[in-house]
């Protein structure tokens, strides 16, 4: 059974970093896609980044804050957060593709706050 577990979310405060990370288990492929999207309360799901064969695509909000890097052709996926904002208080979620199968993580709860 294929697992994401994500991880490393937290309380910061404004201006200050994070770093998430998302490990796959379970599964005898390695991702085409893997990524992380963001719900804040009252919002829908949105996406933050992908990198599909070591290309990254971003959110225009996050672009030059947010990096996303993986671990080789492991089924690893990590998101640094620099310079955070109250706006990007959300659950981060990390989301893996293989084919027509999606994966998605339970969440890590990310809070900006003074």
């Known amino acids: 059974q294929v697992q994401l577990v994500d991880a490393g979310g937290g309380l910061v405060q404004p201006g200050g970093s994070l770093r998430l990370s998302c490990v796959g288990s379970?599964?005898?492929?390695?991702?085409?896609?893997m990524g992380w999207y963001r719900q804040a309360p009252g919002k829908e799901r949105e996406l933050v980044a992908t990198?599909?064969?070591?290309?990254?695509n971003y959110a225009d909000s996050v672009k030059g804050r947010f990096t996303i890097s993986r671990d080789g052709a492991a089924n690893t996926v990590y998101l640094q957060m620099n310079s955070l904002r109250p706006e990007d208080t959300a659950v981060y979620y990390c989301?893996?593709?293989?084919?027509?199968?999606?994966?998605w993580g339970k969440g890590t709860l990310v809070t900006v706050s003074a």
């Open positions: 989301h893996a593709k293989v084919g027509i199968m999606n994966y």
């Open positions: 379970g599964a005898t492929f390695s991702f085409n896609v």
């Open positions: 990198i599909v064969s070591g290309r990254t």
